[in-house]
């Protein structure tokens, strides 16, 4: 089943312990996304990444790492996680970055305390 | 900073009427226009995409583009209950990586 998967779901933290949320995706997209949700605020870019060892800023990435070493796993990593980065996260991938359609993993929902 | 507006509502429409979502964005560059239907607690989804000016239709929906007014919207017909979801607009610029979303309508339609 082509999907995309977000790994943990769930997530309780403390400030400052440094997490990974992992994205991996069966499809051999291209481009991978990662997005927060927030009330109010609709869904915001963080990161993205075009192909293999090519990511860039998207609209909010203070805060927060990528890598892409490997063209289907694209992990969010947030050294130092604070209160104001409790959210909701998206990983998306597409194949390619041309205005193709997304596919979304089912969201990690993060609390920091 | 690149745009993309919706009213948040809620637009609340009777089973069996028409919905309209209306969207618009501040870039002329955008070539590409996507709705997405997220229920809540999910993840968003694909509904409808759009590249050129005018009318795509598949099933009750409808998507609309008037990249002179910058204005695309969704008409979705007879709606039905399982229609209730925020749905999404997002927008991709040609040539620039990045996809903006708008913050999304909320659709109640009422049985």
């Known amino acids: 089943e082509a999907q995309v998967t977000q790994n943990p779901r769930y997530l309780i933290t403390v400030t400052g312990k440094k997490l990974t949320v992992t994205c991996s995706q069966n499809?051999?997209?291209?481009?991978m996304s990662w997005y927060r949700q927030d009330p109010g605020l609709g869904l915001r870019q963080i990161y993205y990444?075009?192909?293999?060892?090519?990511?860039d800023k998207g609209d909010v990435p203070e805060g927060y790492k990528v890598s892409r070493k490997e063209k289907r796993n694209f992990p969010l990593i947030l050294e130092s996680p604070s209160p104001n980065q409790t959210s909701l996260y998206f990983c998306?991938?597409?194949?390619?970055?041309?205005?193709?359609?997304?596919?979304f993993g089912p969201g990690t929902r993060l609390t920091v305390t | 900073q690149k745009e993309v507006e919706q009213n948040s509502g809620p637009l609340s429409v009777p089973e069996g009427a028409i919905a309209s979502l209306n969207c618009t964005y501040s870039?002329?560059?955008?070539?590409?226009f996507f709705w997405y239907r997220q229920y809540s607690g999910k993840s968003p989804e694909l509904i409808m995409s759009?590249?050129?000016?005018g009318d795509k239709e598949d099933g009750r929906f409808t998507a609309q583009l008037n990249k002179a007014s910058q204005y695309v919207s969704l008409l979705i017909r007879d709606s039905q209950p399982s229609d209730s979801a925020t749905y999404l607009c997002?927008?991709?610029?040609?040539?620039?990586?990045?996809?903006?979303f708008g913050i999304g309508t909320k659709l109640q339609v009422i049985p």
């Open positions: 870039d002329r560059g955008s070539q590409s």
């Open positions: 990444s075009m192909n293999v060892e090519v990511t």
């Open positions: 998306a991938s597409s194949l390619s970055n041309l205005g193709d359609e997304q596919y």
């Open positions: 997002a927008v991709n610029s040609g040539g620039y990586q990045k996809v903006t």
């Open positions: 759009i590249y050129s000016n």
């Open positions: 499809m051999n997209h291209e481009y």
